[in-house]
């Protein structure tokens, strides 16, 4: 089991950028891969970026390809979605989500506001 707890959402002009945080806690040992997703209102979670734990690996959904940036910092058991050229249609709740050993998306956190206007 582990805990996610993000950070790092606001409110951010069109254009502009924001980074969130997202600290992992308890069996951090098990971790294969953490993602970003995201939530707009109205419409169903949808998947943003991950990467894997071990070797850094990424992927990203295609809205936010170019403009998302995922990494990790193993020392801190700490995920980063770094959010550039950020759009009004990028506004959304962005949750943290942990797959251990490779299975599923298990564990969420709290989920953090990025809200951006035009």
């Known amino acids: 089991q582990v805990q996610l707890v993000e950070s790092g959402g606001g409110l951010v002009q069109a254009g502009g950028s924001l980074r969130l945080s997202c600290a992992a806690s308890?069996?951090?040992?098990?971790?294969?891969?953490m993602g970003w997703f995201r939530q707009a209102p109205g419409k169903e979670r949808e998947f943003a970026a991950a990467?894997?734990?071990?070797?850094?690996?990424?992927n990203y959904a295609d809205p936010v390809k170019g403009r998302f940036t995922i990494s990790r910092d193993k020392s801190k058991n700490t995920v980063y979605l770094q959010m550039n050229s950020l759009k009004p249609e990028d506004t959304a709740v962005y949750y943290c989500a942990a797959d251990l050993y490779g299975g599923t998306w298990g564990y969420w956190g709290q989920g953090t506001q990025v809200t951006v206007s035009s």
């Open positions: 308890g069996r951090t040992f098990s971790i294969y891969r």
């Open positions: 990467i894997t734990w071990s070797a850094g690996s990424t």
